[in-house]
């Protein structure tokens, strides 16, 4: 499987930030409009937030679980160069603490209602 149809279970927000029509921009414009429509077919939960502005410095930001965040600066690279660097936020994905990493997590079967509602009106609440 391609690491683009991975990029959901990698990552939690794919965020881009560049300008409209700058030159410094070019490349990450072009991977934006070459590459959004087959990132959302394979991502479709993935939020892929697209901000734009004039002569915003081009930024790539990846969100993981926990709020983590890792952010690339896209300064006149190449639509293939910005491929490069989005592949390498998706492998940092793989490598880090994944919400559903917890021994307890796993345990607990998902059809299972955890609370005990005898408990919960003795307590009153």
């Given amino acids: 499987m391609s690491w683009r149809a991975r990029l959901s279970t990698n990552l939690r927000e794919l965020r ?3 300008s409209e ?3 410094h921009s ?3 414009r072009r991977f934006v409009e070459n ?3 087959e990132l959302k077919a394979l991502n479709p939960k993935l939020p892929f937030l697209i901000r734009t502005g004039t002569e915003t ?3 790539v930001v990846a969100r993981y679980d926990y709020g983590a965040e890792k952010l690339f600066n896209l300064d006149d690279l190449s639509e293939q ?3 490069e660097k989005v592949r390498e936020l998706a492998f940092i994905g793989t490598q880090t603490l994944k919400a559903t990493a ?3 997590q796993e345990s607990v079967p998902q059809d299972v209602d955890v609370v005990d509602y005898k408990d919960v009106s003795q307590r009153g609440w």
Avoid: M, Q
């Fill in 16 to 18: 881009f930030l560049f």
């Fill in 21 to 23: 029509s700058a030159k």
């Fill in 26 to 28: 070019e490349g990450t």
């Fill in 35 to 37: 590459n959004y429509s």
């Fill in 57 to 59: 410095r081009p930024i």
């Fill in 81 to 83: 160069e910005v491929t």
């Fill in 102 to 104: 917890f021994p307890w």
